[in-house]
């Protein structure tokens, strides 16, 4: 068991308390289903900023990407690199057409009702596919944020880790499951500031005491000189170009994560998007820079090696900050972790009582049961990804990885095109969206070779071809009434 200081209680519940406040003044806002799950269209341009960001970025800023950089040293910067293009393409290609147009759209709330009528789809299954897409996919996503969280009070507080797991989910559930989006978007904010404090102290508190950057550098530059060369391993390997695309593949998932696309959509004004955009892109710069430099103060500072790399954080915190501050640091990887989960959660509700359980219920929804579903499904949903969550052996960043993947290029393909593209097709969404979650299922099964390649590349493109190829295909089926509907959205940008 790890000795629990009474200041790093303390720090942690001041946190909770916070963040359950602000669920509860969220509940009293919340008045329909489409205040539980957007907000009722009404983030600043700097709520809705910040908050994807910290939804974005989850417990894998503060412990799998860290990790990742104490092992791999710069050749983590690949990642960082391309996720802040990724941060920067979806912002400026994406936030403003799919403001516009899910409004427009009968008020679409979720990406598959924005899918079904942008190509106004009679049947059910283009909206069923994209649903069960982020049903899938969403659970393993969930799941690493739970295991970020048992991790952390294992180490912090020394519980037994199955026991973390639950602690975590019980918090998460607490005031997502009342607040819904407003609660989400405001602890985000609240969260995301405690997360870029927590990313800011610990490398400039480590590189004053090794003397300056000079020093900070020449003490990893001792231990291994290669960690600080972005262009070789951590062995000294040149890096080949599989793994440079690869790494930098991780910003092509940005297109279709619907917990962050769901910022875009509940921005107040469609003229919004361009404060927030210049908000959202510096943030994540700074975010990834400073949790590369993370990993990189474990290596200058820490003697002994980590057994597990992605608590390098963790370890930190707890040796070279007072008990309370550490705390309040500590809790920072709670943020990140509740900022990301509690948004997936809502997104995951929000497609079963929006999209499938009236497909089920094969009648319209009163706004009391939309809502009661919502909530209902909040629980199940984090029910099933405790189970994904279970084993202590488990990486973040492998799960995260896996799940990023699966979304950006099942979903990322067919509404990036959607907005973009009057010719396409509900048939050509449909394979896209199969086509890219099928690449990666199969992908990642296999190694060795372009099957190193990150699965979430390969299954992009396909779902590019996909989109392209069987909307050409289908274009008979092109209904006028769609294309003049486009044309109308369209003219409003």
């Known amino acids: 068991m790890s000795q629990i200081s009474a200041p790093t209680i303390i720090a942690f519940l001041i946190y909770v308390s916070i963040v359950l406040a602000i669920g509860f003044y969220a509940y ?3 008045k329909s289903a489409g ?13 809705a900023a910040i908050s994807a960001g910290a939804s974005d970025m989850s417990g894998w800023v503060l412990l799998g990407l860290p990790g990742y950089a104490y092992l791999a040293g710069l050749e983590a910067a690949w990642i960082s690199i391309g996720l802040v293009i990724g941060v920067a393409a979806n912002w400026l290609l994406m936030a403003k057409r799919l403001r516009i147009y899910s409004a427009q759209l009968d008020d679409a709330v979720t990406l598959p009702a924005y899918l079904q009528r942008r190509f106004s789809d009679p049947s059910p299954w283009l909206k069923s596919i994209a649903s069960v897409s982020i049903l899938l996919f969403f659970l393993f996503y969930v799941g690493s944020g739970l295991i970020a ?11 037994d880790y199955q026991i973390a797991v639950f602690v975590s989910v019980a918090l998460i559930l607490l005031y997502t499951l009342f607040g819904g989006f407003l609660a989400v978007s405001w602890t985000d904010v609240f969260q995301g500031i405690l997360m870029l404090l927590a990313l800011v102290a610990v490398p400039v508190l480590v ?9 900070f550098a020449a003490q990893i530059d001792l231990k291994n000189p290669e960690l600080l060369n972005i262009f070789t391993s951590a062995d000294g390997q040149t890096l080949g170009w599989m793994t440079i695309i690869s790494a930098m593949g991780w910003g092509l998932g940005y297109f279709g994560q619907p917990h962050i696309l769901a910022r875009f959509k509940a921005l107040r004004s ?9 908000i959202g892109i ?3 710069l700074l975010c990834y820079m400073l949790a590369i430099l993370v990993g990189l103060s474990g290596v200058a500072f820490l003697d002994e090696p980590l057994v597990d790399s992605e608590k390098v954080f963790i370890a930190l915190t707890s040796l070279i900050f007072h008990p309370l501050v550490a705390g309040v640091l500590l809790a920072a990887i709670l943020a990140a972790i509740m900022s990301t989960v509690d948004s997936q959660l809502l997104v995951c509700s929000a497609s079963l009582a929006e999209d499938l359980y009236p497909l089920v219920a094969k009648k319209p929804l009163s706004q009391e049961k939309r809502l009661q579903v919502g909530r209902i499904a909040v629980v199940v949903l984090a029910l099933l990804a405790t189970s994904f969550a279970m084993n202590p052996d488990s990486k973040v960043l492998d799960v995260v990885s896996y ?5 950006g290029a099942s979903l990322g393909p067919a509404v990036l095109v959607s907005v973009y593209w009057r010719g396409m097709t509900a048939w050509g969404a449909m394979a896209g969206v199969i086509v890219g979650a099928l690449t990666v299922v199969i992908w990642s099964r296999l190694d060795g070779g372009l099957f ?3 699965a979430l590349v390969p299954g992009f493109i396909f779902a590019i071809i996909a989109i392209v190829v069987v909307s050409l295909l289908s274009k008979s089926k092109l209904n006028p009434v769609v294309v003049k509907q486009f044309d109308q959205m369209h003219s409003q940008l």
Do not use: C
């Open 207 to 215: 590189i004053n005491q090794s003397g300056g950057m000079g020093d």
């Open 270 to 278: 469609p003229e919004d998007t361009g404060r927030a955009a210049t």
């Open 28 to 30: 009293v806002r919340t």
């Open 149 to 159: 969280g048992g991790k952390l009070f294992n180490e912090v507080f020394g519980f």
């Open 35 to 47: 205040d539980y799950f957007l907000g009722g269209r009404q983030l600043s341009p700097t709520v």
């Open 452 to 454: 190193d390649l990150y």
């Open 403 to 407: 799940a990023w993947a699966g979304l």
């Open 282 to 284: 510096s943030w994540a």
